[in-house]
């Protein structure tokens, strides 16, 4: 059976509304100001505190499916790339070359054994290590006195993988990622299974993916994943299968917030079922659940698949989405199963398309000297005030550290 936990607002007044608890004091708490949208100068500072010291997301596992698997991505302005070693873990580096500063890896592919700068050839290992140097005593002479490879590794970042993502902590003294997501794992192994995170199998086929730009900063589209308020409005069809009050918020401290919801139909459509989660809680095959993991990660689960959406923030007005779905089985990518996967597809594909006008729309209103973060209301906007809290928590302490 699923334990409720504390933070779980669906337990505290399951009475009082379906949404909640509501909480009036929330309505004039501190919001972003809207600096924290649109300056670039707010944007590096954010990138060096909130996001330095926690776990976001950079990219998937199976961008770098295979040793020698390299990747590279631009992240807040940070030139990284990600690499899959030849014993399997995956690691990031900072995508430059120790020497004169060259993009060592431009495109993602397979490496080989070395990954080599473009400039004047320098082969670092897929550890990191500098190994060849040619040239660097003349012609031919590939050695030279003071000069040892052993002190020019390449600077590495820290990482791990979770639910098929690759996850960065920057200032590398974050807990370690599991139990960082402990909380939101040990809630969704109650409802999907003990090990329902290590069974995810990532469709790579042609329904298994979407990209999206927003222009619009990344933290908007972390507040409209996180609340239900909009489904009338900005997802109408949605809403006549999925409708507003059978949605409830969920607050996951401290790592997380979003909705959930209580009818989720695994027989919509006439393509029929997917495989389920088979250790899913029987007594809640409807349910479903959507969080925003702070910072830059909205994570879906149902019983029949799951998907990650990862939001790469380009610029303080740009955001990549990257959406990745996968299955309890391995059967469910397979051939029998493919119209369905087309037709889950296509419903997100229009669900994510018609939330672009509003994020984008909240971005413009961010250049308005009238707005001042505005409000939460008391029982709608209780994840997006979650969300606020806990940025607006670290920005302080972050701040104040990098200060004193
Ligand atoms: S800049 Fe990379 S080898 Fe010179
Ligand atoms: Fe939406």
Not at 98 to 119: F, K, N, S, T, W
Not at 257 to 277: A, I
Not at 353 to 358: F, N, T
Request: charge should be negative.
């Amino acid at each position: 059976m699923f334990a409720m936990t504390p933070n779980d607002t669906l337990a505290s007044t399951a009475a009082a509304s379906p949404h909640g608890a509501a909480n009036p004091e929330i309505s004039h708490s501190a919001a972003l100001p809207n600096r924290a949208y649109t300056s670039y100068d707010e944007w590096l500072k954010e990138r060096d505190t909130v996001i330095a010291q926690t776990w976001a997301g950079l990219g998937f596992s199976s961008d770098i499916a295979e040793p020698g698997s390299v990747f590279p991505i631009m992240f807040m302005g940070l030139p990284l790339v990600m690499v899959r070693d030849q014993q399997g873990r995956a690691r990031v580096f900072h995508n430059v070359c120790r020497h004169r500063g060259m993009q060592l890896v431009a495109e993602a592919g397979d490496a080989g054994l070395v990954i080599r700068c473009p400039y004047h050839k320098w082969g670092y290992d897929l550890s990191g290590q500098l190994k060849t140097t040619p040239n660097i005593g003349g012609m031919g002479v590939h050695e030279v006195a003071g000069f040892d490879c052993a002190d020019h590794a390449l600077n590495s970042v820290r990482c791990d993988e979770s639910m098929g993502v690759v996850f960065i902590n920057l200032s590398g003294d974050a807990p370690a990622l599991p139990a960082h997501l402990e909380p939101l794992l040990s809630r969704w192994r109650e409802l999907a299974g003990p090990e329902f995170d290590q069974q995810l199998i990532a469709d790579a086929g042609e329904f298994g993916s979407m990209e999206l730009v927003l222009n619009s900063n990344y933290k908007l589209a972390v507040e409209n994943y996180c609340e239900s308020y909009h489904l009338p409005f900005v997802h109408p069809d949605l809403n006549t299968y999925s409708p507003l009050d059978a949605h409830y918020n969920l607050t996951v401290d401290p790592l997380a917030s979003g909705q959930g919801t209580r009818v989720y139909d695994l027989n919509r459509g006439d393509s029929g079922p997917l495989p389920q989660f088979s250790e899913w809680d029987r007594e809640r095959l409807k349910t479903a659940e959507y969080l925003s993991l702070y910072p830059n990660v909205l994570l879906g689960i149902q019983a029949d698949h799951f998907f990650v959406i990862l939001l790469l923030s380009e610029a303080v007005d740009q955001t990549r989405e990257r959406l990745q779905f996968y299955y309890a089985e391995s059967d469910g990518v397979g051939d029998s199963y493919r119209e369905r996967r087309e037709s889950l597809h296509a419903a997100w594909s229009t669900v994510f398309a018609e939330d672009i006008s509003v994020v984008e729309g909240m971005q413009r209103g961010r250049a308005s000297p009238a707005f001042d973060g505005g409000l939460f209301t008391p029982l709608m906007d209780v994840p997006t005030h979650h969300f606020h809290q806990w940025f607006l928590s670290r920005f302080e302490r972050n701040t104040t550290r990098a200060v004193s």
